[in-house]
């Protein structure tokens, strides 16, 4: 087993659902993520939305006391015709979110097609796509994704996802026009 203290900083990856709730953890020690856990959690075999929204949170702060991420990355809901599954959707993010919260670590939410790009350079890639480029970027083995459901490989996909983001310098803003710039410049320009 890997263990969180080998690494520099340590991100947390959500998929939230209601029926199966993703998540994968990275370590990172420099520029190089490495793969420390991921998997789901079933939820169907709740009958209540209230339960399962009880098990969301019990077993993200379950995940963050044993891994004890710097930062966690979460897919933002997206938008669908049925109100009733974004209803629920959203309650199920807010939960994550909550006990992530609850242990003082920061949230960064990014649509799906955002996570996407990051990993495949598509933002309209299949879920395949991205787990077969996930095994490849990060060493994991046919094996060790086997069984498991692609709403483990969409967490992994977050974390990653906010590793790349995070990990990009900053871009100084330049002038926006000549004119901005000799205002901004004025010993630059001779007349």
């Known amino acids: 087993m890997v263990q969180t203290k080998d690494f520099d900083r340590i991100i947390i990856g959500i998929d939230p659902g209601t029926n199966v709730m993703g998540y994968g953890v990275i370590g990172v020690n420099g ?42 990355a979460i897919e933002a809901p997206f938008f669908g015709k049925n109100v009733q599954s974004m209803l629920k959707l959203g309650r199920a993010q807010g939960v994550a979110m909550a006990a992530a919260l609850s242990r003082d670590i920061p949230i960064t939410e990014y649509e799906p097609r955002k996570i996407k790009m990051a990993i495949t350079g598509n933002g309209a890639a299949s879920k395949e796509q991205v787990r077969e480029l996930l095994r490849r970027m990060l060493s994991i083995s046919e094996n060790q994704l086997a069984d498991l459901e692609l709403d483990a490989t969409d967490g992994l996909a977050a974390a990653l996802c906010h590793f790349y983001e995070s990990s990009r310098p900053a871009i100084a803003s330049g002038p926006k026009s000549w004119k901005d710039f000799i205002a901004k410049n004025p010993d630059k320009v001779k007349m």
Do not use: Q, T
């Open 31 to 72: 520029k190089k993520p490495s793969l420390i856990a991921l998997g789901v959690v079933k939820l169907n075999k709740f009958e209540s939305h209230y339960l399962r929204l009880r098990r969301i949170f019990e077993r993200v702060l379950g995940l963050v006391e044993e891994y004890l991420p710097d930062e966690m």
